[in-house]
């Protein structure tokens, strides 16, 4: 124990109090820096774990409307050849009940369905003409004759038509996709289809797959031309699913 000395105390015991009391603040002050650094990084912590859920969700999303458009795309290509079956039956028991001396061929039905196989697969071309395509047997009337140099479709009966087109992109540069069916001399049928290109938009590994298709009637007159005619930057998806179709409904 120090002795105070004339009412006062030792100048070692005072000079030891102020060094404690510094370092006392100065533990202070270092508890409180990294409290507030421990703050800040559960921030940035909470801040990263939210937008990596708001990507993965959109990400889920996007590839969730891509398969939906597929399976769409897929049963509308299914009800159209129901409907070819539908009519071709009722065609031909119509024909069973007329009279065996009746003109042959009356009631068949007039239909053409093409597509763009591996072995027929082309390039776009500089005029942005979808070429390559491929006639199905039917047993039907046909409905056009497809010119493969020129890639137009030549209308062989004046009628009314339910047409369908469909082709699958591979782009990844462009925001969107169109694809046209136009007639000469009369209407057309456009699509435009919209695409992001945000990271998750395409970090799926359909993100390059992009459909675009049109459909509907049109009145055609014999010797009308048909293309499906496209951006010529574009690139078509090989492995996709690309037809073009047509059948007279009245």
Known sequence: MWKLQ????????????????????????????????????????????????????????????????????????????????????????QRFRRDVGGRKGNGRKVASHFEITNDS???????????????????????????????????ERNGVYFLYCQVHFNENQSQYVKLEVSVSKGPSLQCIEGYGTTPASGSH?????????VSGLLRLNKGAELKAVTGSSFSLQMSGKHYFGLFKVN
């Open 6 to 93: 004339n009412g006062k105390r030792p100048v070692c015991a005072t000079m030891q109090r102020i060094f404690q009391r510094k370092r006392i603040r100065t533990l202070r002050l270092v508890w409180s820096l990294m409290a507030a650094l421990a703050l800040s990084l559960a921030v940035c912590s909470a801040i990263f774990t939210v937008w990596t859920l708001r990507q993965t969700r959109d990400l889920s999303r996007s590839f969730q409307t891509l398969q939906e458009r597929l399976e769409q795309v897929n049963m509308q290509r299914k009800a159209i050849f129901q409907l070819i079956l539908e009519k071709r039956e009722l065609l031909e028991s």
């Open 121 to 155: 697969f082309q390039k776009v071309g500089n005029e942005g003409v979808i070429k390559g395509w491929t006639e199905e047997q039917l047993n039907m009337s046909r409905a056009v004759h497809y010119n493969p140099e020129t890639g137009t479709f030549k209308v």
């Open 205 to 213: 590994k359909f993100h390059f797959l992009k459909p675009c298709q």
